[in-house]
């Protein structure tokens, strides 16, 4: 092969016996976090441009399930599962003092019962089968899909709407199945075909959510504050 023929050898000069150069190498990186940040800030000003009134429903139908003693439910696969977490620990163990705790539930971190389901009927049930298990009218559910074609999210969204749950979902590119099914109350979509852009404004929604909430539910919260621990705790440390 020839060094015109080796696609590594653009890449890893230096393994082909060739000087590396350095500082061309680190302005090609500088301009590509440039870009890659330039991007993620230019997806979330369009996603927030247009979809502000729509994370104010999420907001008060989060709120309306909450003011009538319902959970939240969330899920997710992969890195979806991760902001499924994300979201449930955020209103379970909120950091700002004189929040409530409120319950919130994530579906996708049971390995024992994701890894019975999935070996015993297939992963398309994880999602449904706790939803059958756990959830009643009234409750919400939440689910988290970069494409919006997640075949065991749309299994628990249905389930939900069988239930009488509120379905709340954020996907990515045109929404996918989770748009076009008609089985959630709300679905948010970040219109971007890169999964990071679409990951990193869930994350944002998410927070902006959840400091929202407790307007429409008409407990507005004092002046945030971080979370710190009793002062007994740290006298523990110390000793």
Known sequence: MSKTDDPLQSLYPFLHGEAKDTDAENATLLES????AQHSLDIKQRFFTDN?????????????????KGRIFTMGNGGSSCDAAHFAVEFQHPVTTGRPALPAMALCVDTAMISAVSNDIGVEHIFLRQIDAHARAGDGLVGFSTSG???NLMAGFRKAREFGLTTIGFAGGDGGDMKRSGLLDHCLVVDTDSIHRVQEVHVACYHILWDLTPYPAGRPTQPARRYTRPWSCHRRQRQ
């Open 149 to 151: 074609n997640s075949d």
């Open 52 to 68: 502000a009134q729509a994370l104010i429903n999420v907001a008060h139908a989060v709120a309306q399930v909450y003011h009538h």
């Open 33 to 36: 976090v440039r870009q890659k």
